[in-house]
């Protein structure tokens, strides 16, 4: 019987010296796993928190890329993965919002239940872009060629399921009009063939889109921001048009582990984060990038996912979008 309480005992100072009460954590490298390939937005912010959680932590930090399947691989690989803490992923609106709804029944991880969050870390806001040879010079003036356009215009997405779809389908509903949708393998060729004129409209994530627009290839309507944009002050946002006062269409970055990785981990790896997004050169190269800093607790996350997930469901059912 003493024998087998020492044991026990032996077992329970062994779990408590674990990860589960952050005592040790981390004692070794600690990997992002980002599903998009190297220079992206994705990479960037990983490699900036990433490089400012090492000097908190003192501990490597190393950004694995994991690009493909809109952000299946990298979430699947992460959803599996030991739930120590050290491996650690940053996904966006797509990965954990859209594809449970796009891919139902064929999605190798759970959002909610295979991921557990940690925070919230930038969005990035999307920009109404129209050719400059387009006759309108705001979003209302836009809503109103369309309607009384005598063929549907058409516009460009990064690709069927993306933001840019999605928030283009949201539109039309909200302002009753068709348009006619070109899907692009990413966002580079959507914009290159919107500045050559072969689509003429496009709700575009602003980081990639604004310094074309600064150089006069396309023209800047409006942010889909529910408010105007701390990165674009000068641009209104769509809601400030009549009929539009609830539309939004945000795409964002957040770090998540997976599920069951130990409370205690996740609150320290939240706390440096949201300690790292008040950081001033961290806020001005993320501002300068055309992000907005977030933050806030693994709750907040939880409800940002499940939110935007009953949202763009709704969408993705009624527009019918369906990915083979």
């Avoid at 004692?27 to 900036?48: E, M, N, Q």
């Avoid at 299946?72 to 859209?98: C, E, H, R």
């Avoid at 460009?156 to 539109?171: D, Q, R, V």
Wanted: glycine share 6%; proline share 9%; hydrophobic share 45%.
């Amino acid at each position: 019987m003493k024998i087998a309480l020492i044991r026990a005992a032996c077992a329970l100072s062994l779990a408590m010296a674990g990860p589960a009460f952050a005592g040790d954590y981390p004692d070794k490298p600690i990997r992002i796993v980002v599903p998009y390939p190297p220079g992206g937005a994705s990479d960037t912010v990983s490699r900036l928190i990433g490089q400012q959680l090492s000097q908190r932590l003192k501990q490597p930090v190393v950004v694995e890329n994991k690009p493909g399947a809109t952000e299946q691989i990298a979430a699947s690989f992460v959803a599996k993965a030991n739930p120590d803490g050290y491996t650690i992923l940053l996904a966006s609106t797509a990965g954990l919002s859209v594809n449970p709804t796009l891919y139902k029944g064929r999605l190798a991880y759970d959002p909610e239940k295979d991921l557990a969050p940690i925070v919230l870390a930038v969005t990035l806001p999307s920009v109404v872009m129209v050719h400059p040879s387009m006759p309108v010079n705001s979003f209302d003036e836009l809503t109103a060629f369309a309607r009384s356009s005598a063929t549907p215009i058409n516009y460009a997405s990064s690709g069927a399921g993306n933001p840019s779809h999605l928030g283009m389908e949201l539109y039309k509903r909200a302002a009753s009009i068709d348009m006619t949708h070109v899907p692009y393998k990413g966002g580079a060729p959507a914009l290159q063939d919107l500045m050559s004129g072969q689509v003429s409209v496009m709700m575009a994530i602003g980081p990639e889109s604004m310094p074309m627009a600064k150089a006069g290839r396309m023209k800047a309507l409006a942010v889909t921001t529910a408010k105007r944009s701390p990165a674009y002050p000068g641009l209104p946002a769509v809601s400030e048009t009549k009929g539009f006062a609830n539309f939004e269409l945000l795409h964002w970055f957040a770090l998540l582990a997976p599920a069951r990785t130990p409370d205690a981990v996740i609150a320290l790896l939240n706390k440096n984060v949201n300690d790292i997004l008040k950081d001033p050169e961290v806020k001005n190269k993320l501002l300068e990038m055309g992000m907005e800093l977030e933050g806030g607790s693994p709750q907040r996350l939880a409800e940002t996912i499940k939110r935007d997930r009953l949202k763009w469901e709704k969408v993705i059912i009624e527009s019918n979008i369906r990915i083979d």
